[in-house]
């Protein structure tokens, strides 16, 4: 008979940000099933949402993901706007592409930061939290918050973006630029870090498709697919860039289609900075009458979605939140199988899950269905698999 | 009790709880290990288990699963243990009080002894927060 073993890994984990239990099943080294127990996070937003009034609900969805704060209420924005037929002045529209640009800078940022301490190089994790620094500082320039910049309102954005910030968001921005580079020089290139990461949690373009994965979990795996091109909102028509695509599907080209985007969005925000028209940065919105309407964001992470049905009175009858971990964390369970328990750790984080929504995870012993691993056990055994690597690599030269 | 104390005021090794937060006081926590902060510099660390910790940080509203889990963590921390609640949401719940999934406060579960109201906080708050938490503890030892 085989000898299955759990490993918990979760709730309380020391990294990640969003509470989620992942149940791995594994026999000798092998994960050969796992278990996703969510829920931790449910603070019932949908509900709350319907007992507040059009303009708080942007605030409520705001607080859904700390990360994402401005593809909520973005899509929010646009589920409402497509609700009332609002038309958007051009300069919010510019305002709100650089807020939600920024938000994706500093988001893969954090994610390559918390990858990099998943396989063990702390270095990566403190420069790449280093160099997000100063985007927050942007942000409380603009927003006078470091998170949750409250910018999105129904009919435009509640703050400018002044002449005097301009230059120092540009200045930030070549900062950032540079130090892209050299993320791009030190992880793509080192051995180490490709043979750890190279064929491991390999997500093929078919189960990319049949697991609904959106965002750059998808990108990676080959599927063309992003909102911002296919179905365009705020200013995103208006400008040149490109969507990433890789072919691979492994954790390399994951990090690799982030690290791509880091430079796509730079050359948004910039493009965006030198357009900004002049004029009015919010229509009058005096009314909203009956119907439904469906906004869609591309999100750090994948597509967000919102719909949102009024019955004519100031608050939503049904609002419906569909984010992106939600579909990711489900490609898990085809992504970590197979693999071995010290890649898991590193493959549970590839996707970006959201852990405030998802933060649990254990190994489990099948046969005795003892748990005999924490979350912190398992990332020092992915530590411990790099340090290994690293000695057979310096012992090679 | 006062030289177990006193002994607390030299090097707070902290655990972290998130218990349903949106995870942007989270992120200003481990913010707080980063270059810009580095409050490794003043001997605080997050450790992985909270056999280990000095000091339990709440993020959050506790809903019905964090809320038993929550329980757990506080009976297993070696006593005297300091609880700090960060954020908005641990100190008073806000928006989500309304929340049928929300059923009471941080407070009501685990003894605090710290509040660090904003959302989220800036870490420069919470770096405050604790030293005031500190030079208290000094004036009971």
């Known amino acids: 008979m085989s000898h299955k073993v759990i490993i918990p890994i979760g709730p309380y984990h020391p990294l990640q940000e969003e509470p989620e239990f992942f149940r791995l099943y594994v026999e000798g080294e092998r994960v050969v099933d796992i278990d996703i127990v969510i829920g931790y996070n449910h603070r019932g937003i949908e509900e709350l949402s319907e007992h507040k009034h059009f303009d708080q609900v942007a605030f409520l969805v705001e607080r859904i993901c700390g990360i994402c704060s401005t593809s909520h209420p973005f899509a929010y924005v646009n589920a409402m706007e497509d609700l009332a037929k609002i038309e958007v002045p051009e300069r919010a529209l510019y305002i709100r592409t650089i807020i939600a640009e920024m938000e994706r800078i500093h988001s893969h940022l954090l994610w390559l930061g918390l990858a990099g301490h998943f396989i063990g190089y702390n270095t990566v994790w403190m420069w790449a939290w280093r160099y997000r620094e100063p985007i927050l500082d942007c942000f409380e320039m603009i927003c006078g918050n470091r998170n949750h910049y409250a910018m999105m309102k129904i009919g435009g954005v509640r703050r400018d973006i002044e002449e005097q910030h301009i230059s120092f968001l540009k200045k930030t921005l070549d900062e950032i630029a540079k130090a892209v580079d050299m993320f791009k020089g030190a992880i793509m290139d080192d051995p180490v870090i490709k043979a750890r990461l190279k064929g491991i949690g390999v997500l093929t373009k078919k189960q990319a498709i049949e697991w609904s994965v959106v965002g750059p979990t998808a990108r990676a795996s080959g599927v063309n697919i992003d909102v911002r091109r296919d179905d365009p909102y705020g200013a995103y028509d208006r400008v040149s860039w490109n969507v990433i695509v890789e072919k691979d599907g492994d954790i390399f080209a994951k990090t690799k289609v982030r690290i791509l985007e880091l430079y796509e969005s730079i050359s948004i925000i910039r493009q965006c900075l030198d357009k900004l028209p002049k004029g009015e940065i919010e229509a009058v919105v005096k009314e909203i009458p009956s119907g439904e309407g469906i906004g869609r964001v591309e999100a750090p992470r994948g597509e967000c979605f919102h719909y949102v049905r009024s019955d004519g009175t100031n608050r939503p009858i049904r609002h419906k939140v569909r984010a992106p971990s939600y579909m990711n964390v489900a490609s898990n369970k085809v992504s970590a199988v197979g693999g071995t328990i010290s890649d898991a750790a590193i493959t549970l984080a590839a996707v970006d899950p959201c852990y405030c929504c998802t933060e649990r995870v254990a190994v489990i012993d099948k046969s005795t269905d003892k748990k005999i691993m924490n979350g912190w056990q398992l990332i020092e055994l992915s530590q411990k698999k790099t340090e290994i690597i690293k000695k057979i690599f310096s012992k090679n030269k | ?141």
């Open chain 2, 1 to 141: 009790m006062d030289f177990k104390l006193k002994a607390l005021t030299k090097s707070l090794w902290v655990f972290h709880a998130a218990c349903s937060p949106c995870n942007n006081c989270d992120i200003e926590i481990l913010d707080l290990l980063t270059p810009r902060h580095d409050v490794e510099r003043f001997g605080i660390v997050l450790v992985g288990s909270i056999r280990h910790a000095d000091v339990l940080l709440v993020t959050g509203v506790p809903n019905y699963k964090t809320k038993e889990r929550l329980k757990k963590l506080y009976s297993q921390t070696p006593q005297p243990c300091l609880v700090v609640a960060v954020g908005n949401c641990a100190c008073g719940r806000i928006m989500f009080r309304e929340s049928y999934n929300s059923p009471c406060n941080v407070d009501e579960i685990v003894p605090v002894s710290l509040y660090i109201p904003g959302c989220p906080p800036k870490p420069e708050a919470i770096i405050d927060g604790v030293v005031k938490l500190i030079s208290k503890l000094k004036t009971k030892c």
